[in-house]
């Protein structure tokens, strides 16, 4: 499998993502600068987490308007996998290929804890590893993870099953408790949770091998 993960200034977590992805993947991923204007070719782009240019404007706000975001566009109407962890997703929301924003968590402080999550859908190319509705624990690490969507938009995804994972109990005001969210070709997934921050039962869960586990053997069916 080919992985290439962008990198913008303030990211936080790629070194984590590719250590998971090189572990749990067995590839060794591309680590790509925001500022390159075409993506490698590759089954799976990954946005990690972190504080693209430090939050300004919005979470995710510059980072969406780097000039490899037009390249990582084509590369989801052309069906390539696109996964966004934490920031990774308010930067698809922003750009547009996520629908929804992602708004300050309604304590308006910032929430880092290992938490509950249920995976809603096991029938995904990120998520074929886990029982439906099964319930795991991944940390989460955001100040900006309240999602919110106006209510017809937020009846649509409900209607197409978009919904890919939710909050067991309720942490920073997500409208029906969203956690993940899948586009309409459920090619394109971000989440708020860290999974790469869950293979190894030493640091808390291992809980997140299974998102890995998922991808890996989509691949080789």
Do not use: W
């Amino acid at each position: 499998m080919d992985v290439t993960i962008i990198s913008f200034p303030g990211t936080n977590c790629d070194v984590d993502t590719a250590n998971a992805v090189s572990r749990k993947l067995n590839t060794i991923p591309k680590i790509i600068s925001c500022k390159e204007k075409e993506i490698p070719k590759s089954d799976l782009i990954i946005i990690p987490g972190g504080f693209s240019y430090g939050d300004y404007l919005r979470s995710g706000a510059i980072a969406a308007r780097e000039p490899i975001m037009l390249d990582l566009v084509n590369k989801a109407k052309n069906g390539v996998y696109i996964l966004g962890i934490c920031n990774g997703f308010q930067i698809l929301t922003e750009v547009n290929l996520l629908p929804g924003v992602l708004l300050k968590n309604n304590s308006l402080k910032f929430i880092s804890k290992t938490i509950k999550i249920k995976i809603i859908r096991n029938d995904t190319f990120f998520t074929s590893s886990f029982a439906k509705n099964e319930t795991v624990s991944i940390p989460v690490a955001h100040h900006d993870g309240n999602f919110f969507i106006e209510k017809k938009a937020l009846m649509e995804i409900e209607d197409n099953q978009q919904i890919a994972m939710r909050y067991v109990d309720p942490i920073n005001g997500s409208l029906n408790d969203i956690a993940g969210l899948y586009n309409q070709k459920f090619n394109v997934l971000g989440l708020m949770p860290h999974p790469e921050r869950a293979i190894d039962i030493r640091t808390g869960s291992d809980d997140g091998i299974k998102f890995f586990e998922s991808m890996l053997n989509f691949v080789n069916i």
